[in-house]
Each structure stands twice: as C-alpha cells, then as structure tokens.
C-alpha cells in the first residue's frame, strides 16, 4: 500500500467529529519534530547528568544508521538503552510528568491538533515509551489511550531493553491497536510515514501529515490545560547540536559560576552590580526605590514584598538598591546560605515564632520577602501568603524577572544548593528588578484592611506590572506536581546526649 493512498491531513474535516475516535502517531503528527532524541536526552540529562547525556549524545550515530538503514526499531532500542538502562522507574516516571511536558507542548502540530480536539476520544499509538508521553497526553491533551513501547524493568529498575511485543512499529502498531480496541474500528488515523499504514488501514479514515518544518506550533492558550509548573534545568529543546554544546560549555560555564559567585560573595554591594556587569551578568533597575530606614528617628525598616524567580531574588533586590537587604527564606540549603552575600533568616513555618521573627527584622532595618514561598519559571503569581501585611504599614512591591539560554536556576526534584551555579552558568544571565510604588497607608492593614486583602492587592499589582496572570495555587501544588511531595523540609533528629555512637 502506497503512502499516497492516503490524503493529506488538510484534506481531513474537523466538523461533525464530536462522537468519533481519533488514533494519532507521535513524532511527526501530534509533534512537528519527527526525531525523539531531544526527549529521550532530556531524560537522560535529568536522571543520569551530563555524563549519561554524553553518552547518548555518542551512541546516536549508530542509532540513527540502524533507524534509517535497518529497521526504525533497532534504531529506537538503542536509544532507550541508553537513556534507561539502571534508571529507577519512579525517577523516569517524575522526570516524564515534570520536564516533558514543558518541551512537548511547545511543539504541537496544529493540523493534528484541530482534529484531534474535534473528536470525542482521542488515542496515541507511538513507537516511544508509554511511561515518557502518558503524562503528558492525559493529563494535558486529555487523550484517553496511550500505547507505546513498554521498557523491561527489574527490582524497581529500567534494564534498558524492552517488553515484548518490542518497539511498536509497522505490524506492532496495528496489532497494539486491535488489542485495544477489539473488534471497534476507529473513525480516524493520522500518521507520518509508512510504517504507520498498517495502523491507519485499520480505521474507516487515514490522513498523512507531511513533513513541515515551516509550520507554526499550537500556541499555549489553545491547549486544553495549561503548564504552571514544570521542572528540570535544561532551557532549550537538547538537539544533536544543543546537547554538543552544552556539554561543551559545562566545564567553562562552572568556572564562569564560581567566578561570579565568589565576586558577589567577595565584593562590597556597592561595586557588585560593576563588577558582575564585567562578567557578563546584566541587572536592569526600574522605578524608584525608598532610602534606606534611619534607625536614629525610630523609623521601622521598609518590607519589600518580591515575585519568586529564583533563590537569588533578595541578593539582585540587594544589589539594585547598593546595600545588604536581609531576607527571610522558607528553605534552602547550608550551601546557599554560606555563600550568601545577604543575611538570611529561615522561617520555620511556625505562624507567631516568625511573625515575631519579621518584626525584629524590620526594628533593625528593611527586610526582603517572598510571600509565594516557592519560585514559578512561567508567568503566572502563586497565592500570596498574608502573614507580612500584619506585621508592617511600610510596603514596597518589587517585581522580579530573569533571562536564562541554557540552564534554570531553580529545581523541585534536584540539590537547591546547585540552584545558583546553574543560574550562573548561563552564558548571558539577565535579571530586571522593578520598584513599584510604596503601599499607601489607606491600603494597609492600619487603614483596616485585612491582611488577605492586601496581599491580594500587592499580588495583582506586581502581575500587571508584569503582565502575568495570577493563580490560587501554593508551595504544595508546585511539589505534589513536580516531585511528588509537599515541599516539606524534614529535619535530621537531634540525638540525646546520652546517645553513644560507635561502630
């Protein structure tokens, strides 16, 4: 059967389609792209760092000589090897639900996506494996079915081989596809190359998506769920080349980090901007900030109440201003808070012991604070914890916002104490730092309004300024979603001192 046997997938209506079910391959269809190494690298660097990366990066020659001069499954094994082999399957699953949907949503097809939406029940039959797309395709496209290669496991571990049937190709697909639908012939078939014929003869229609490299994505706001939190630290979609280079750039840029830390760890405040401009670190300073608390009147130090981008935000906050602002922080490791230019205060999370805490602060001076409590990488505000509208009148909103073209400065899963290495590797890392005006007293709690109030003013004041859409969800949403946890820090116990340790 020849590939132009079927239409093209313009040719295929999307009207009257509310009770059909639709079967769409992957790469290529519901996806622009057609190669899956950007996916399977992506996991491989989150998983098993740049190492494993590498080690993909170096296999993929031969991946692709088996794939397009053998057989696409030999291919396709080779790369799950790699990225999987001695993978804990619960750390591929977090990996699958909290990076990928960031990259595979960027890349929507819109023809496949207009028929897709228009149908009632919507299935994926893809040659990857199902633990890498299920996430996504549930839980953010809403598809009812997902089949895919299943990877052999043993002891909770990916063996890097795979389940039978094998990789689900040419034959595999059609007969995934009867096993899950039976004797029910489904309305509609889109796929991309010939080795989907035999799934898309199964079905009353078939439609081809031609290779277009031209066509633009869905855009987000199409989507039928959008993506607030999203982990991993890799900023672009890891290609052949853009994983060639950052490897490149790993060692350099870890020089180039520690080198900026230290300017910002050894430096005065007030030549710090200079100095980090010099490295290649850009800090914009917009609005007007106050002067600083003149502890000789008795005059109670000014709250600055930031957005959450990154742990960094109060030492950029410190650095616009050209002076030392303490900050008070929910979680982070030792490592930070060592290399901090800033004082930092931990809030144990205990309502009175750090609304007293606060209170201290601000008798000494101004005092920096992130009510979010968790950082957001997309443009939306988290909800606004109000405990700090009770404890002061004096409220400036500060709106932050950070460039990064390689590596996020922020992780849910991984070590919070790399956070700000990886946010100074990047090769031109930008932060824009924004002083709205101070809160007027009739805002304020001493006017009567309550707390919640005026956190949610502050919340709405800082998103407009960034044109971001504000959101109820907390610190707890973001870990549940990200690491399958609450955020929650555990403390080691304290052993008694009549405790003995010995060997």
Not at 258 to 285: E, H, K, S
Not at 291 to 299: C, E, L, M, R, V
């Amino acid at each position: 059967m020849a590939i132009t046997t079927f239409p093209t997938i313009d040719k295929c209506s999307s009207n009257g389609r509310e009770n059909h079910t639709v079967v769409a391959d992957m790469d290529g269809t519901l996806l622009r792209g057609r190669i899956s190494f950007p996916y399977f690298a992506l996991i491989a660097f989150e998983v098993g760092g740049i190492l494993r990366l590498l080690f993909l990066l170096l296999v993929s020659p031969l991946a692709g000589l088996l794939y397009y001069f053998v057989s696409e499954s030999a291919g396709i094994q080779v790369q799950i090897f790699a990225t999987f082999a001695g993978v804990r399957v619960s750390e591929i699953e977090l990996v699958a639900r909290a990076v990928l949907p960031e990259f595979y949503s960027s890349d929507i097809h819109p023809e496949s996506w207009r028929v897709l939406s228009a149908c009632e029940k919507r299935c994926i039959l893809t040659a990857n494996p199902r633990i890498m797309v299920e996430a996504f395709c549930k839980d953010f496209l809403g598809f009812d079915t997902v089949l895919g290669t299943e990877i052999a496991t043993y002891k909770g571990k990916a063996t890097g081989f795979v389940s039978p049937p094998g990789v689900l190709v040419a034959e595999k697909k059609a007969d995934a596809l009867k096993k899950a639908f039976g004797d029910i012939q489904p309305e509609i078939g889109l796929g991309d190359r010939h080795t989907d014929i035999p799934f898309m003869a199964l079905c009353k229609e078939g439609y081809m998506v031609p290779p277009n490299p031209k066509v633009e994505a869905v855009t987000r706001d199409k989507l039928p769920k959008p993506i607030v939190f999203h982990d991993g630290r890799l900023v672009q979609k890891p290609t052949p080349l853009m994983s060639l280079l950052t490897i490149l750039w790993l060692p350099i840029g870890f020089f180039l980090a520690c080198l900026r830390i230290a300017t910002g760890y050894l430096l005065p405040m007030p030549v710090i901007y200079y100095a980090l401009w010099a490295l290649g670190v850009r800090v914009t300073v917009k609005g007007t900030p106050p002067p600083p608390a003149k502890k000789s009147t008795g005059q109670s130090g000014v709250l600055f109440i930031c957005s959450h981008r990154t742990l960094l935000d109060p030492i950029f906050l410190s650095i616009a201003l050209g002076r030392s602002i303490p900050a008070v922080t929910y979680s982070v490791s030792r490592l930070t808070e060592f290399m901090s230019p800033i004082k930092t205060v931990r809030l144990n999370r205990d309502r009175a012991k750090d609304a007293a805490m606060i209170k201290k602060l601000l008798e000494e001076g101004d005092l920096a604070i992130c009510p979010e409590g968790t950082t957001c990488r997309e443009p939306f505000l988290l909800r606004f914890s109000a405990l700090f509208a009770e404890l002061t009148n004096e409220l400036v909103p500060v709106a932050m916002v950070n460039k990064m073209s390689m590596f996020h400065g922020t992780t849910a899963r991984g070590w919070k104490g790399m956070d700000p290495f990886y946010f100074f590797m990047n090769p031109r890392p930008e932060y824009e730092v924004t002083f709205l005006n101070k809160l007027p007293a009739e805002l304020t709690c001493g006017a009567g309004k309550s707390s919640h109030e005026v956190a949610n003013y502050i919340q709405r004041a800082i998103a407009a300024s960034l044109s971001y859409d504000i959101t109820s969800f907390t610190r707890k949403d973001k870990y549940r979603a990200l690491a399958g946890n609450d955020g929650s820090v555990v403390e080691k116990p304290v052993l008694q001192p009549n405790k003995v340790m010995g060997c």
